[in-house]
């Protein structure tokens, strides 16, 4: 595995296998990596003939009073696990190689950007996007790999491309979870144990929000009521987005009758957890940029 913390000189040596035909994969992160990184290298490496997996903890997307400064970062570490993987090139750029000079340009998504997490988070979704944007430009990778977990970001994702045509392809991955159902995030490590412990309440609320889908509830204001209520069984969980909107716009919806999204974000002391699920009647349907199969990751 070659490391790289210029850009041009990554670019150099893609150009050059680009011209021998060779295919390349990217998976953005923030470092700090857990199976679910993992997961998507995988994918990655089945579907290309070079992996480039990025690590960056990017300011742009961090408001004033967040966690940038405390933000896990273990690049040795990091570094040793995708090595292992089989990733051919890490990119892993200091704030100075990726913003060289403060940035007067910004990508947005502002109807998508400023709802459910954006709306407690203003701003986070546009650093996301142009950062995101900044990465396709230097590595012009032919696919790129994100976690269903950060749902929103996806849908964002697929939206910039789609809307600047970026000759990007965008894969989903299904989320990888801890035994209790907890999506692994690099934020976990923040949690004390008790707030771990407490965190199980978060996936449980997506079981019970898919119950009662199943069991026919189709008022949308009326299930998040009820989530709402059901996370209060957990004394240290503080919703700030309990919401169910349309899966492939987000947009709110009234009645449950195509596939929508539960989506929360949930806070834990000073911790913000999300998680999301896609549900039909019982059915968890992949439909981020389209329909596809229960369970299963959808391209563009």
Same mark, same amino acid.
């Given at each position: %595995?070659?490391?790289?913390s210029?850009?041009? &000189? ?10 021998q ?8 992160? %923030? $470092?700090?990596?857990h +199976?679910g990184? %993992?997961?998507?290298?995988s ?10 997996v ?9 408001g004033p009073a967040e966690?940038?400064? !405390? ?8 570094? +040793? %696990?995708? !090595?292992?993987?089989g ?5 892993? *750029?200091?704030?100075a190689?990726m913003y +060289?000079?403060p940035m !007067? ?5 502002p ?6 997490e $954006? ?13 995101v944007? !900044?990465?396709f430009?230097?590595?012009? *990778?032919q696919?790129?790999?994100f976690? =269903?977990k =950060?749902?929103?970001?996806?849908? @964002?994702?697929?939206?910039m491309? =789609?809307?600047?045509?970026?000759p990007v ?12 159902g907890?999506?692994?995030?690099s ?5 004390? *144990? &008790?707030?771990?412990?407490a965190?199980? @309440?978060?996936?449980?609320?997506? =079981?019970?929000? &898919?119950?009662?889908i199943?069991?026919g509830?189709?008022? +949308?204001?009326v299930l998040e ?6 996370l209060g ?16 716009t987000?947009? *709110?919806v009234?009645? @449950?009758? &195509?596939p ?12 913000r957890?999300?998680?999301?699920r896609?549900?039909?009647?019982n059915?968890?349907d992949r439909v981020i940029?389209?329909?596809?199969k ?6 563009k």
């Open positions: %595995m070659r490391v790289f210029s850009i041009d &000189e990554l670019r150099h040596t893609l150009d050059a296998l680009k011209r035909g060779r295919t390349v994969g990217l998976v953005p992160t %923030m $470092g700090y990596l +199976a990184h %993992m997961e998507l290298v994918r990655a490496r089945a579907e290309n003939d070079l992996v480039v990025s690590i960056f903890v990017n300011p742009l997307q961090f966690d940038l400064s !405390k933000y896990p970062r273990d690049l040795e570490r990091d570094s +040793a %696990m995708l !090595k292992q993987a990733v051919n090139f890490l990119f892993a *750029p200091g704030v190689d +060289a000079r !007067k340009t910004v990508v947005d998504v109807d998508l950007g400023r709802e459910l $954006g709306a407690v988070r203003p701003g986070h979704f546009a650093g996301v996007a142009t950062v944007s !900044k990465l430009n230097i590595v012009q *990778p696919t790129a790999y976690g =269903d =950060d749902y929103q970001q996806v849908v @964002i994702i697929k939206r491309v =789609d809307d600047l045509a970026v392809r965008v894969i989903s991955v299904p989320t990888v979870r801890d035994a209790d907890l999506a692994l995030s934020r976990n490590v923040y949690l004390s *144990p &008790e707030e771990r412990r965190a199980a @309440i978060v996936p449980q609320t997506l =079981d019970e929000g &898919e119950r009662l199943a069991d509830l189709t008022d +949308a204001k009521a009820k989530l709402t209520e059901f069984r957990e004394p240290l969980a503080e919703p700030e987005v309990v919401a169910v909107r349309d899966a492939s987000l947009e *709110p009234g009645s @449950i009758e &195509e929508v999204v539960v989506a929360l974000f949930v806070r834990f002391g000073s911790t957890l999300l998680d999301n896609v549900v039909r009647d059915r968890v940029g389209g329909k596809g229960p369970g299963k990751g959808v391209t």
